[in-house]
């Protein structure tokens, strides 16, 4: 090959589609009989590799598990760490190092679902293919595939790449997980306009789709990385990571709260210096507020409340592939969801019957034969209605499809819409074996794209007389219908008009329309040709049908929008079908109103419009893979928080880019698995919005848990500062903050990570993604127990100094305080808005539980020996714990007087910490 149909035939931007047959074969210089010399073969094997998509060179292992550490938190941990470490604490120090590297190990582990989402598109592809090569038919691994290859496909295969077709016989590919057609797709031969979407290539088969019916032969004209799946590969590859909300704030506090740290510990060591103190005591107390200040806990924390929502998750069939990923659905402003088996079922159904010039509504979706079929809103039986028995029986008698019961499912043998009729009239109490029993079929004309109909002939209860069923597009049975059936079942003239008006009155719903005729046959006709069903047919109705919204859809996207979520639909299906689907589940934006974008209509719209395109229009219909990916960035750029759904590989981009990707676990292709960050186990939307309130919850807690934990550190850093300031004696010993940083954060703080989700969470609007981690209310309060915790603790170390002058039990009365003060905290902070009262002291006994167990390990602290010896401490009489619950007490009192002067008048506890 020349070195210009080398880039044409390599080029991703090559349209095949628009060539004739034969410009084609003369740009891939082959030969449609005799297909590729094996030499020539070979040669091009050598020189455009297998056919596989190539899986990318990413950054080394090494390095991705060492960038784990690359964050201001982690610095914080690991200073932490060097601290203890030099103090000699060694198993403080290797519980605090223990965090860091699971950690980092839990993300280093994480990282790799890029590489088996590209691996699962290798496997898609990885299949057997037939081809004619050196005149002769064989079978050859797809990865051996060439440009210019010939390949003969048939019904059950799968396509091993894009191929231009040159020949095909009523051949229908599955491109759902490619395009998002929900139907199998009717293939042709004949050039197209060079400008036509990637879903309405027909003359094209692509890598990865399967052949529903038919045969068909084609050139390939590419492979590997340049197919249409190989192109999405790179995309995956390309999508950028997205931070989580809440590693975002966390990031950000960790940041204020490193060089808070460092600003604050200086301070001391200089201050104290200056004023003539030892620079070793000075720095022994420099360090004593560094690790006082540092919230060791945080991290532990972080992990473990979202390891307890993603346990709570699979409770509610919802698989979490990443710990933030609960979290960041509780923040999200915009919901991208697929169409096709994510808020449909995948399912054709019947809906809607037109015969006997009565009109019929079909309830039930789905192919399980579950509904009954209405008359003017009333259930009917069927028996009573002859002509609309007759339609629905030769839906079932010309029909090559099954329904089999198979894993708790009912799934299809074959085409989805004739599936669909035989469910319609299963619903009628027609049995599939049984029809067939009472009526064989003698012969048949198979669909084929270009008649558009099927027609089969059958014996009946009369041996002097024969039946031809035939089904198929209106416009080419309608004029070839003599006469109709009335209510009665008696013939009379038809009124082609008249049908075609209900036909448009279906279609402007969304529905597709087939019709169905009858023409009976001598008893002696044994075979059926063209000629047969020319004319002279009775029409006997029309089914229409789409592929139903799931039934917990309607309530799950109106329980998002009352919650303050937009929820979009982008879909590669047309546009009517997008948009009636789309008012069907409740998308409808001001006024009713659905706006919808097309694929082609989004080409037109500039770099700078498209954000708010993006932000106003609620569906986007038959958009391409990068297409999606575009959607998701622009709703980024606006602010929001993007959660995509989807279950096919034109989805895995999206997903991989969005701030959280949500894949369909049983319809959902492996790279869509891949490329997300949860997967629903049984492709619910529904439990979407479960996720919704569960990472809400979460992200509540998380935040109850920082706004407790740092009056702790404050308060530690504050009494050493000040005393330092005061030239005081320190307070309290590096050793003792150790001791408290962790019992309490693990006894007191985790307690929070199990509080109960408060009432009016999912009436609250989403989280303002700018909004910071600490509100300036949150802050305020911080300061207030922080403030109570220096004060208190400085009150009582005075008070002890002067009566006994014992330094080890005035430090032991400080320890006590923080501790007692920040377990009072404790049960403030189970509502930052509400009372402890309203909201029950017994809701949370995990609670109680760890404020108990943590005032036992403060009496051994303070009472046994050992403990003396290890931790400095010496045993304290009673009026000192007097005085102690006192300050505890006034702290509790004083938060919740804060709260009720703030927050009072919101019972419902639907208030907000702004």
């Keep these: 090959m020349s070195e210009v149909e080398e880039r044409t035939v390599a080029s991703e931007e090559a349209r095949w589609h628009h060539l004739e047959t034969a410009e084609a074969t003369r740009l891939l210089e082959s030969d449609l009989r005799h297909g590729l010399t094996p030499e020539e073969a070979s040669s091009r094997l050598k020189r455009f590799g297998p056919n596989v998509v190539s899986s990318r060179g990413g950054t080394p292992a090494w390095k991705r598990l060492l960038l784990q550490l690359h964050q201001p938190l982690v610095y914080i941990l690991l200073a932490a760490v060097g601290v203890t470490a030099a103090l000699a604490e060694w198993v403080d120090s290797g519980v605090i190092f223990a965090v860091v590297l699971v950690n980092a190990v839990v993300g280093f582990i994480q990282e790799s679902r890029a590489e088996r989402a590209i691996e699962a598109l290798s496997n898609m592809v990885t299949t057997q293919a037939v081809v004619r090569r050196g005149r002769r038919k064989l079978s050859v691994p797809s990865a051996e595939l060439v440009p210019g290859d010939v390949v003969l496909l048939q019904s059950g295969d799968r396509v091993p790449a894009d191929l231009r077709l040159f020949d095909a016989h009523n051949l229908h590919c599955d491109e759902s997980a490619l395009t998002g057609e929900s139907l199998p797709v009717a293939k042709h031969t004949d050039p197209l306009?060079?400008?036509?979407?990637?879903?309405?290539?027909?003359?094209?088969?692509?890598?990865?789709?399967?052949?529903?019916?038919?045969?068909?032969?084609?050139?390939?004209?590419?492979?590997?990385?340049?197919?249409e799946t190989g192109r999405i590969a790179w995309l995956i590859a390309e999508a950028v990571e997205i931070s989580t909300p809440l590693t975002r704030k966390i990031a950000q506090f960790s940041k204020l709260l490193l060089w808070v740290i460092l600003g604050l510990a200086a301070l001391t060591f200089a201050v104290g210096v200056a004023r003539g103190e030892a620079a070793v005591d000075m720095f022994m107390a420099a360090v004593a507020l560094a690790v006082g200040a540092?919230?060791?806990?945080?991290?532990?924390?972080?992990?473990?409340?979202?390891?307890?929502?993603?346990?709570?998750?699979?409770?509610?069939?919802?698989?979490?592939?990443?710990?933030?990923?609960?979290?960041?659905?509780?923040?999200?402003?915009?919901?991208?969801?697929?169409?096709?088996?994510?808020?449909?079922?995948?399912?054709?159904?019947?809906?809607?019957?037109?015969?006997?010039?009565?009109?019929?509504?079909?309830?039930?979706?789905?192919?399980?034969?579950?509904?009954?079929?209405?008359?003017?809103?009333?259930?009917?039986?069927?028996?009573?209605?002859p002509v609309l028995l007759e339609c629905l029986r030769a839906g079932l008698l010309c029909n090559d499809s099954q329904i089999v019961f198979e894993g708790g499912r009912h799934e299809v043998q074959g085409d989805p819409t004739e599936a669909a009729l035989l469910v319609s009239?299963?619903?009628?109490?027609?049995?599939?074996?049984?029809?067939i029993e009472q009526s064989p079929?003698?012969?048949?004309?198979?669909?084929?794209?270009?008649?558009?109909?099927?027609?089969?002939?059958?014996?009946?209860?009369d041996e002097s007389q024969r039946v031809i069923y035939k089904v198929g597009a209106v416009e080419?049975?309608?004029?070839?219908?003599?006469?109709?059936?009335?209510?009665?079942?008696?013939?009379?003239?038809?009124?082609?008009?008249?049908?075609?008006?209900?036909?448009?009155?279906?279609?402007?719903?969304?529905?597709?329309?087939?019709?169905?005729?009858?023409?009976?046959?001598?008893?002696?006709?044994?075979?059926?040709?063209?000629?047969?069903?020319?004319?002279?047919?009775?029409?006997?109705?029309?089914?229409?049908?789409?592929?139903?919204?799931?039934?917990?859809?309607?309530?799950?996207?109106?329980?998002?929008?009352?919650?303050?979520?937009?929820?979009?639909?982008?879909?590669?299906?047309?546009?009517?079908?997008?948009?009636?689907?789309?008012?069907?589940?409740?998308?409808?934006?001001?006024?009713?109103?659905?706006?919808?974008?097309?694929?082609?209509?989004l080409e037109g719209v500039s770099p700078e419009d498209l954000p708010r395109a993006a932000d106003e229009t609620e569906v986007f219909a038959r958009v391409a893979p990068e297409q999606k990916l575009r959607l998701v960035q622009a709703l980024q750029s606006r602010g929001h928080v993007v959660a995509m759904t989807g279950d096919g590989v034109n989805d895995a981009p999206a997903l991989k880019q969005a701030d959280i990707g949500v894949a369909m676990g049983v319809t959902g292709t492996d790279v869509a698995k891949g490329a997300a960050d949860m997967v629903l186990t049984d492709d619910n939307f529904a439990s979407i919005e479960a996720a919704v309130e569960e990472g809400r919850g979460i992200f509540d807690n998380l935040t109850k848990f920082i706004v407790w934990t740092l009056p702790t550190n404050l308060g530690e850093g504050g009494i050493i500062l000040v005393s330092i300031l005061l030239g005081l004696t320190l307070p309290v010993l590096p050793v003792q903050v150790l001791w408290v940083n962790m019992t309490t954060a693990l006894l007191l703080g985790l307690m929070l990570v199990f509080e109960p989700r408060e009432r009016g969470l999912m009436a609250r609007p989403p989280r303002d993604p700018s909004r910071p981690l600490l509100t300036l209310?949150?802050?305020?309060?911080?300061?207030?127990?922080?403030?109570?915790?220096?004060?208190?603790?400085?009150?009582?170390?005075?008070?002890?100094?002067g009566t006994a002058g014992d330094s080890a039990a005035a430090r032991?009365?400080?320890?006590?305080?923080?501790?007692?003060?920040?377990?009072?905290?404790?049960?403030?902070?189970?509502?930052?808005?509400?009372?402890?009262?309203?909201?029950?002291?017994?809701?949370?006994?995990?609670?109680i539980l760890g404020a108990g167990t943590?005032?036992?390990?403060?009496?051994?602290?303070?009472?046994?020996?050992?403990?003396?010896?290890?931790?400095?401490?010496?045993?304290?009489?009673?009026?000192?714990?007097?005085?102690?619950?006192?300050?505890?007490?006034?702290?509790?009192?004083?938060?919740?007087?804060?709260?009720?002067?703030?927050?009072?008048?919101?019972?419902?506890?639907?208030?907000?910490?702004?």
Excluded at 824 to 844: D, E, P, Q
């Design 854 to 914: 943590m005032i036992l390990l403060q009496g051994l602290f303070t009472y046994a020996p050992v403990m003396n010896q290890l931790f400095h401490t010496t045993p304290l009489e009673v009026g000192v714990w007097v005085r102690i619950a006192g300050v505890a007490l006034f702290s509790f009192v004083a938060v919740e007087i804060e709260k009720w002067i703030r927050f009072g008048r919101h019972r419902d506890g639907g208030a907000r910490f702004e």
């Design 294 to 385: 540092i919230p060791e806990g945080l991290p532990a924390a972080v992990t473990i409340v979202l390891a307890i929502g993603v346990s709570r998750m699979a409770e509610r069939r919802a698989i979490i592939r990443k710990l933030p990923a609960v979290e960041t659905l509780g923040s999200t402003t915009v919901i991208c969801s697929d169409k096709t088996g994510t808020l449909t079922e995948n399912q054709m159904t019947v809906q809607a019957i037109r015969a006997g010039g009565r009109s019929y509504q079909v309830t039930g979706g789905g192919y399980a034969p579950e509904g009954d079929i209405l008359f003017e809103g009333r259930a009917i039986d069927p028996d009573e209605h």
């Design 193 to 227: 306009d060079r400008d036509i979407a990637l879903a309405d290539r027909r003359n094209q088969a692509y890598a990865g789709t399967l052949v529903t019916a038919g045969q068909g032969e084609g050139l390939v004209w590419a492979t590997g990385d340049h197919t």
């Design 476 to 601: 080419r049975l309608l004029e070839r219908c003599d006469e109709t059936l009335g209510p009665d079942g008696r013939s009379a003239p038809i009124d082609h008009d008249a049908v075609r008006r209900e036909v448009d009155k279906m279609a402007a719903d969304g529905l597709r329309v087939l019709a169905f005729a009858r023409l009976h046959a001598p008893g002696s006709q044994d075979n059926l040709a063209h000629e047969h069903v020319r004319g002279g047919l009775t029409f006997l109705g029309l089914q229409a049908m789409l592929d139903p919204p799931r039934r917990e859809v309607i309530e799950a996207v109106a329980e998002c929008r009352r919650a303050g979520i937009a929820v979009k639909m982008i879909t590669g299906d047309h546009a009517v079908t997008a948009g009636v689907i789309a008012g069907r589940v409740g998308l409808a934006g001001a006024g009713g109103k659905i706006d919808v974008l097309t694929g082609r209509e």
């Design 777 to 801: 209310p949150l802050i305020m309060r911080t300061g207030l127990v922080s403030l109570i915790i220096v004060a208190g603790g400085l009150w009582l170390f005075d008070a002890q100094i």
């Design 812 to 847: 032991t009365a400080v320890v006590n305080t923080i501790v007692l003060v920040e377990t009072a905290y404790l049960f403030s902070c189970r509502s930052l808005s509400r009372s402890l009262f309203t909201i029950g002291l017994l809701t949370n006994r995990l609670a």
């Design 425 to 435: 009239a299963a619903k009628a109490g027609l049995a599939h074996a049984e029809t």
């Design 441 to 461: 079929r003698v012969d048949m004309i198979p669909f084929e794209s270009e008649h558009m109909f099927r027609a089969t002939l059958h014996t009946g209860g």
